[in-house]
Nanobody, 119 residues
Framework: QVQLVESGGGLVQAGGSLRLSCAAS????????MGWYRQVSGKQRELVAV???????NYADSVKGRFTISRDNAKNTVYLQMNSLKPEDTAVYYC?????????????WGQGTRVTVSS
C-alpha cells in the first residue's frame, strides 16, 4: 500500500500563488508517475500536471505557463507551484501516484486539498 499526504491548499486572491506538496510513503518502489488532478463539485476529475520518474512532464493546456510540477525522487514527494492563479483554478486538488509492479499496476490517491481563488 501507498499513502499520499497532501498539503499547501488554501484561499488566495486571483493573481496569487500557492505551492502544493504531496509525500508518498509505504510501498513506494515502482512509482512511475506522480501528478496532480483537480475536481470541481459536479464535474469529472481532470489532469492538472504529471511528472515521470525520469523528469518528463505533461500539463493541462489551462495551466501551462502558470503551474510547474516538480519531484524529489529521494523523498518520494511531488510539488505543484501554482502562479497567476485564477478563480477557475478553484477546486479540490488530488495527488496521484501510478505504480507498476510485477503483480500489476495501481493508482493511488491522496485525500485532496482545497484551493480557493477569490476574484
Amino acid at each position: 500500500q501507498v499513502q499520499l499526504v497532501e498539503s499547501g491548499g488554501g484561499l488566495v486572491q486571483a493573481g496569487g500563488s500557492l505551492r502544493l506538496s504531496c509525500a508518498a510513503s509505504g510501498s513506494t518502489f515502482g512509482i512511475i508517475t506522480m501528478g496532480w488532478y483537480r475536481q470541481v463539485s459536479g464535474k469529472q476529475r481532470e489532469l492538472v500536471a504529471v511528472i515521470a520518474s525520469g523528469g518528463s512532464t505533461n500539463y493541462a493546456d489551462s495551466v501551462k505557463g502558470r503551474f510547474t510540477i516538480s519531484r524529489d525522487n529521494a523523498k518520494n514527494t511531488v510539488y505543484l507551484q501554482m502562479n497567476s492563479l485564477k478563480p477557475e483554478d478553484t477546486a479540490v486538488y488530488y495527488c496521484n501516484a501510478f505504480i507498476v509492479r510485477v503483480s500489476g499496476s495501481d493508482d493511488y490517491w491522496g485525500q485532496g486539498t482545497r484551493v480557493t481563488v477569490s476574484s
